[in-house]
């Protein structure tokens, strides 16, 4: 395995902090939902609530490994992509829960699939970095 060069370093910054705020909000967000949500909302909202949380926590780990990843190995475009789809894929997918746990709409979570498609994407891009000749 190759060492990350400087110019992987803003790239495996930016992914560290985007996991570690998502991380964060993701915490905050679970708290929320056992002090606030679970009063106001039915079982099964709540359990599509605490789905997106757990998705978050768990893909903002994923971002931290990647900035760790690209620190230790070549930045390729696929782990670029990777990161891409993994903050995507929580914006959407996590996200598109808040926002109808929150009050709106519910044709909001018509998102949350392709939210999950992208997250899925993310994870195989990463297996593919792993196992590609560099440069791919």
Do not use: K
């Not at 909302?41 to 757990?54: D, K």
């Amino acid at each position: 395995m190759t060492t990350g060069n400087d110019a992987s370093q803003p790239f495996a910054r930016r992914c560290i902090v985007a996991g570690s705020i998502l991380m964060f909000t993701g915490l905050v967000l679970g708290a929320i939902g056992t002090h606030v949500v679970a009063d106001r909302v039915s079982p099964r909202e709540l359990a599509s609530y605490e789905t997106a949380v757990l998705y978050q926590l768990l893909h903002a780990l994923g971002l931290v490994l990647l900035g760790v990843l690209a620190r230790l190995t070549d930045v390729t475009s696929t782990l670029r992509w990777a990161a891409r789809l993994m903050g995507i894929g929580v914006v959407m997918f996590s996200g598109s829960i808040y926002l109808a746990t929150a009050g709106m709409p519910h044709s909001v979570l018509a998102v949350a699939p392709s939210g999950g498609v992208a997250l899925m994407a993310s994870w195989a891009l990463l297996a593919w970095h792993a196992v590609a000749p560099r440069g791919a």
